[in-house]
């Protein structure tokens, strides 16, 4: 039987207090099921924002989508989690991924360092946050034990390879470092190229006793009766997909409210993917696929 979906909205802005609980009051209303915020500099400092998120509303869980591991320390981390989980009651979700804009860290006075580099501090924080929250002796401590529920996302070999060891959700943007253009431009995979890292992550992920939930980002959400002529709009931006490929990728959802679902349960029976995440901009738009295929 496949997983039932579940569906989180990446909130991408705070304009004040009021209007952001409101906000997240609106996802809940909408049947969302995870209320997230990304990790950038210029953008909405995550745990703060959670608290507040969790506080405004009832039902839905709360997440890093995705925390950079380059502004953290592992330790600190730890507490910032615990603490987060504590005051949310334990909806906390927590996202990890390597960050992949070096113009923050050189503003934030962070190393940088090469890919290597950076998968390799991801995987010290991972295995420090689990030897540090599943520490009888580590205070404050989680409410969820022995730690929050962990979110690992990214494409690259390595990176696959760790989530498959730990991550209770192993995420897909669906996107990789667009080759011949500044660093931090990201292209689209195309539905083939995904296939190809779910083969891989699964390879990984062969001997574990649990299979992890997978997650999609979803860029762009366009509702049309013509999805043709839209997925041709799509491909005359430069994002590395073609007219033909942009119909069928599942980082794009393209069509009626009908055909947008009949995509994701394909999705779901193709590669996997029943944790469905959309932006903040397509919150609305979206709604009515999230009434069409809840409890699905």
């Not at 969790?54 to 600190?76: H, K």
């Not at 507490?79 to 005051?87: N, Q």
């Not at 762009?220 to 590395?240: F, K, N, Q, S």
Request: charged share 25%; aromatic share 6%; with cysteine.
């Amino acid at each position: 039987m496949p997983r039932p979906f579940r569906f989180g909205v990446n909130m991408l802005t705070i304009e004040s207090g009021p209007a952001w609980r409101q906000k997240c009051r609106q996802a809940e209303d909408l049947g969302y099921d995870v209320v997230l915020v990304p990790d950038h500099l210029g953008w909405p400092a995550p745990f703060p924002a959670l608290v507040a998120a969790a506080e405004a509303t009832e039902r839905p869980r709360v997440g890093t989508f995705v925390l950079n591991a380059g502004f953290w320390n592992p330790a600190l981390l730890a507490r910032e989690v615990a603490t987060t989980d504590l005051l949310t009651d334990g909806r906390l979700e927590l996202g990890l991924g390597t960050g992949y804009v070096r113009d923050e860290h050189d503003k934030a006075g962070l190393p940088w360092g090469t890919p290597g580099e950076r998968v390799d501090h991801l995987t010290r924080t991972v295995e420090e946050l689990d030897r540090l929250l599943g520490d009888p002796e580590h205070f404050p401590k989680a409410a969820q034990q022995p730690r929050p529920p962990l979110l690992i996302g990214g494409n690259g070999p390595r990176m696959l390879r760790l989530a498959a060891r730990h991550a209770d959700i192993a995420a897909f943007t669906g996107g990789r470092a667009a080759r011949g253009k500044p660093e931090g431009t990201l292209e689209l995979l195309t539905a083939q190229a995904l296939d190809d890292t779910l083969t891989a992550y699964r390879k990984a992920a062969a001997e574990r006793e649990r299979p992890a939930e997978l997650n999609i980002l979803v860029q762009r959400v366009l509702v049309t009766d013509d999805r043709r002529a839209a997925a041709r709009e799509i491909a005359g931006h430069g994002i590395g997909l073609d007219e033909e490929q942009a119909l069928h990728v599942p980082t794009f959802l393209i069509g009626t409210v009908p055909q947008m679902a009949e995509q994701l349960r394909a999705h779901r029976e193709r590669y996997g993917f029943s944790y469905i995440t959309v932006l903040d901009p397509f919150m609305e738009a979206f709604a009515p696929v999230v009434e069409e295929l809840k409890g699905s």
